[in-house]
């Protein structure tokens, strides 16, 4: 059974940072393409950043400069460190895999930025 497990979430005054975590089981993590995703109410869910299983980055505009993606294959974990964080990043982080089309979505964790 595949399970995502994010953590890390929680309230933050503007310009604070977080560390979201995202715990995987179930698959061969070091295979899998990691992304994490938001969605804030009203929106779509867009991508914030991703990482290959090669350790390539990739990152939202809006994001580039202030957030870092990264992972640990020895704890099947990938990380978001977020920082000079905005109240326009207010929303429900997801992370999801990706392998030869399979992908696998957690259940999120709640990011609040206050001004």
């Known amino acids: 059974q595949v399970q995502l497990v994010e953590s890390g979430g929680g309230l933050v005054q503007a310009g604070g940072s977080l560390r979201l975590s995202c715990a995987a089981s179930?698959?061969?993590?070091?295979?899998?393409?990691m992304g994490w995703y938001r969605q804030a109410p009203g929106k779509s869910r867009e991508l914030v950043a991703s990482i290959t299983s090669a350790g390539s980055t990739n990152y939202a505009d809006s994001v580039k400069g202030r957030f870092t993606i990264s992972r640990d294959n020895a704890k099947d974990t990938v990380y978001l460190q977020m920082n000079s964080l905005k109240p326009e990043d207010t929303a429900a982080y997801y992370c999801n895999s990706v392998y030869l089309g399979i992908i696998n979505w957690g259940q999120g964790t709640q990011v609040t930025v206050s001004s």
């Open positions: 179930g698959i061969i993590f070091a295979n899998n393409a």
